[in-house]
Every structure is written in structure tokens, then in C-alpha cells.
């Protein structure tokens, strides 16, 4: 069982920056790839970032990519998501979830383990 807790989100203007970070309680490092997911209200959950578990590997969603990176820390169960030139239309809850496998995951049905969701706000 892996449990997932995210944590950074806040209120951040429109061209501003957060970190995002999600702590995982078991050892992911070894064969989990992590992904970062979102949802606004009214829509759907959709996909923002995945990570393998080597943490060489990465993916974005189009409506982010040259904005948000994704990284992890091996050392400390830890995957960030760096978070750059915000607009409005990012703000949402945030998801990191886990899977175990080597390759990169973009559907969240393939993902057992989910956090409980971080908040990002963005202001114009």
C-alpha cells in the first residue's frame, strides 16, 4: 500500500510560480512511475506530468509543457512539480498518484494510488 500527501498549493497571481510536492509513504522509488494530475470544478480529472521511476523519463500535457517540470527525489519518496507562468486556467486541485511499472503513465485509471489533492488558485 502506498500512501500519497500532497502539499504547496495556494493563492498565486497570474504569471507566478508554486511547487508542488508529494511525500510518499513507501518506497516508489523502485519501479513506481508518479504523475501529476488535475481537476477544476465541473470538469474532468485530467493529466498534467508523469515521472518513471528512474526519474529520466518525463511527459507533459501539451497545455503545459515549458511551464511545469516534473522531478522526484529518489532519496526522499518525494516527487515535485514545478509549477512556472500560471494562468488562471491551471487553477485546480492538484493529484499526484502512483503506479508501479517502468514506463509513463497518462490515464488516470491505470493509477491504484491517488493523494488526497493539493488547492491552486491563480488570481489575474
Known amino acids: 500500500q502506498v500512501q500519497l500527501v500532497e502539499s504547496g498549493g495556494g493563492l498565486v497571481q497570474a504569471g507566478g510560480s508554486l511547487r508542488l510536492s508529494c511525500a510518499a509513504s513507501?518506497?516508489?522509488?523502485?519501479?513506481?512511475?508518479m504523475g501529476w494530475f488535475r481537476q477544476a470544478p465541473g470538469k474532468e480529472r485530467e493529466f498534467v506530468a508523469t515521472?518513471?521511476?528512474?526519474?529520466?523519463?518525463?511527459y507533459y500535457a501539451d497545455n503545459v509543457k515549458g511551464r511545469f517540470t516534473i522531478s522526484r527525489d529518489k532519496a526522499k519518496n518525494t516527487v515535485y512539480l514545478q509549477m512556472n507562468s500560471l494562468k488562471r486556467e491551471d487553477a485546480a486541485v492538484y493529484y499526484c498518484?502512483?503506479?508501479?511499472?517502468?514506463?509513463?503513465?497518462?490515464?488516470?485509471?491505470?493509477?491504484?494510488?491517488w493523494g488526497q489533492g493539493t488547492q491552486v488558485t491563480v488570481s489575474s
Open positions: 498518484a502512483a503506479r508501479a511499472g517502468i514506463g509513463l503513465f497518462t490515464t488516470p485509471s491505470v493509477y491504484p494510488y
Open positions: 515521472i518513471n521511476w528512474s526519474g529520466d523519463s518525463t
Open positions: 513507501a518506497r516508489t522509488s523502485s519501479n513506481y512511475a
